[in-house]
């Protein structure tokens, strides 16, 4: 509910009221602190760019996607950007969906990541794009999980499955 209004408010307000906003949430989103900091920056920031419009989540979604593909970033780093796929789609559910292709490697790769947080973040972020677009991205979905199923990490032939 609160990031509702303050992506609500940075609509109504603009940018500019807000210039530090993003880089705080964008710092917050990647702390050590707690999960739970890092979920409610992800949904302040998907949130907050639903504010600002779509051609600011076209903007941001290339970084957000190669930053959470990366493997030689901290674990809570991952675990953050990973979040944003668990609140974009909700705030974006058609404007997302050409980015499907390219979220759920970064998602089955960090399924088998050795932090559990991380893992369990990126369940929740597959198991939420599954579900928005079982019916109406199939053909974007399916190849990449039948991809997973033969990779030569268990882990993500079994969350391929799980998915």
Do not use: C
């Not at 609160?2 to 408010?9: F, H, N, P, Y």
């Not at 710092?27 to 900091?37: A, G, H, N, P, R």
């Not at 998907?46 to 957000?64: C, Q, R, S, T, Y």
């Amino acid at each position: 509910v609160s990031a509702r209004a303050l992506g609500a408010m940075v609509r109504g307000m603009g940018e500019s009221s807000f210039e530090d906003l993003l880089p705080w949430l964008m710092t917050t989103l990647t702390s050590e602190t707690s999960s739970v900091d890092r979920s409610g920056a992800a949904q302040g920031l998907a949130e907050v760019v639903g504010g600002l419009g779509v051609d600011k989540m076209h903007k941001l979604m290339p970084e957000i996607i190669s930053t959470a593909e990366r493997l030689d970033i901290a674990p809570h780093v991952k675990d953050g950007y990973i979040m944003l796929f668990i609140y974009v789609p909700s705030v974006f559910p058609d404007e997302f969906m050409q980015y499907i292709g390219e979220v759920v490697q970064p998602i089955l790769r960090a399924l088998a990541d050795e932090n559990e947080y991380v893992r369990d973040t990126a369940l929740r972020a597959g198991q939420r794009i599954v579900s928005m677009y079982a019916d109406s991205a199939i053909t974007l979905l399916l190849p990449q999980l039948e991809q997973g199923l033969f990779d030569d990490n268990w882990r993500i032939r079994y969350s391929s499955v799980q998915l």
